[in-house]
């Protein structure tokens, strides 16, 4: 019999793009698929829309559910109570699943019947599409992996942390203490998906990109809040990789793409009135610092050797020397001068445009840094 799906869709306030995600998704439905809707206390029609195209489909194999409003993080784990497939797959309420995507999954549960398939996808521009660009992850192609350590080493050296270009067994997701994705927290991926991988013993690439990210016009709001929720996710991920006792070379990885992150974190806060980012940056240094695995001098002596998986082993080095500058405040004049090119940048945008960026574009989705 056929391994069944669930695509799931955790959605609020996404009545501009819902019609479409949804769209994407039934029309690849088959009946060994299910797709399920989880609404959270959206203050305008996302739900009345995903009823809308639930009574247009008319199967049986689509559910939806709302939930008083708890963010996308109680979301998603109220996807995960009443998914009923062997797999499930996440699609955010203002992404698309792109055309073949579930029938390169089937064939490729079909062909290993791995514990996940990771799946490329592209950064999406629909106001840009010059910009638009695919994203391919480093595992190896038409392979069935079943080396944890490799497993986890190329995906901290991709630092693609999206759930949903990952679809777990169910029963890994079974694994994990509930609530799987920390309730009440941004960057629920972040946290998350790192503990999942840590329990699969079999990946497939599945080199066809499934999902178009969505990339909003503008840029999404930093805060306080953000950075903080940011800057604490990697260490719940820490805990857990610790606890399995996994190798050395996996810790490694870790740091590196901990410092990649950190300088993500550190350059948006510069986007904070001077004196939040100050206090930002005093909370956010002591937390990168206790979630490393290795003191200073092995980060530094690992970056951009060859016993590393790397996408750019000169730019690793680099990003340890800006950490490194950073924590000696020598980074400020540069972090600088990148938020006075983002202030300009939104000034030419209009008010208008930037009000209706801030009003579509999602608060809590991972972000993706430029180094």
């Known amino acids: 019999m056929q391994a069944s799906i669930s695509i799931v869709v955790p959605a609020q306030n996404m009545q501009r793009y819902i019609d479409q995600c949804l769209q994407s998704i039934l029309s690849q439905l088959r009946p060994h698929h299910e797709l399920i809707v989880v609404d959270d206390g959206s203050r305008d029609n996302t739900l009345a829309r995903a009823f809308k195209a639930q009574e247009a489909y008319g199967g049986v194999n689509f559910h939806i559910f709302s939930q008083e409003r708890a963010g996308m993080a109680s979301a998603r784990n109220h996807c995960l109570r009443v998914a009923q497939g062997d797999y499930i797959a996440f699609v955010d309420g203002d992404d698309v699943l792109l055309p ?17 398939l990771a799946c490329d996808f592209r950064f999406w521009y629909p106001d840009d599409p010059a910009r638009t660009r695919d994203v391919r992850l480093g595992y190896p192609v038409g392979k069935l992996l079943r080396e ?39 960057f629920e991926d972040v946290a998350t998906v790192p503990r999942l991988l840590a329990q699969c013993a079999s990946l497939v690439h599945l080199p066809h990109p499934v999902i178009d990210y969505r990339q909003h016009p503008g840029e999404s709001a930093v805060s306080e809040q953000w950075c903080l929720d ?85 730019l690793d080095a680099v990003i340890v020397r800006q950490v490194e500058s950073a924590f000696a405040g020598g980074l400020v004049r540069n972090f600088k001068r990148a938020a006075s090119r983002k202030l300009r940048l939104w000034r030419r945008l209009g008010k208008a445009g930037v009000r209706a960026a801030r009003g579509t574009a999602p608060h809590n989705r991972a972000p993706h840094f430029p180094t």
């Open 100 to 116: 073949g995507a579930l029938a390169a999954m089937d064939q490729a549960i079909a062909a290993g019947a791995p514990d996940v």
């Open 230 to 314: 940011f800057a604490a996710a990697l260490p719940v991920a820490r805990r857990h990789l610790q606890a399995c006792a996994v190798p050395d070379s996996v810790r490694r990885h870790f740091d590196i793409a901990a410092a990649y992150f950190y300088v993500g974190v550190v350059k948006n806060s510069y986007r904070l009135p001077r004196a939040d980012g100050r206090r930002v940056r005093a909370l956010i240094q002591p937390l990168f610092v206790g979630g490393l695995f290795n003191d200073w001098a092995t980060l530094v002596a690992i970056a951009g050797s060859n016993g590393m998986i790397s996408n750019d082993r000169t």
């Open 148 to 186: 944890s350590e490799t497993i986890l080493n190329t995906f901290f050296a991709d630092r693609q942390m999206y759930i949903w270009s990952n679809v777990f067994r169910r029963e890994i997701y079974a694994r994990l203490p509930a609530p799987v994705f920390p309730p009440e927290r941004m």
